[in-house]
């Protein structure tokens, strides 16, 4: 069966860290980029970071260079999202999405950023 199961979301206060996982099954991650979107309640999906297959190139959204950063693992066929310094806006689910030969979404996780 194939699919992205993504984990490592909770509750964290500002200025606080969390590591999201994106593991996949089913299918090998080597082949495709990665990305991480959230979607905060009332508002549309974001994308926020972006990795290539092979994990040389990635790019991030504004509000959070500098703070998250992207990564792969392709022999652990999973992606990783380091969060750091977070923010209260940072709270949303966060889903990550394999695109290239075709498309694949994650159920998201829950990152709230509360004090």
């Known amino acids: 069966q194939v699919q992205l199961v993504e984990s490592g979301g909770g509750l964290v206060q500002p200025g606080g860290s969390l590591r999201l996982s994106c593991a996949a099954s089913g299918f090998s991650l080597s082949s495709y980029a990665m990305s991480w979107y959230r979607q905060a309640p009332g508002k549309e999906r974001e994308l926020v970071a972006s990795i290539a297959s092979a994990g040389r190139y990635t790019n991030y959204a504004g509000s959070v260079k500098g703070r998250f950063t992207i990564s792969r693992d392709n022999a652990k066929n999973t992606v990783y999202l380091q969060m750091n310094s977070l923010k209260i806006e940072d709270t949303a689910v966060y889903y990550c999405?394999?695109?290239?030969?075709?498309?694949?979404w994650g159920q998201g996780t829950q990152v709230t950023v509360s004090s």
């Open positions: 999405k394999a695109w290239g030969p075709t498309e694949y």
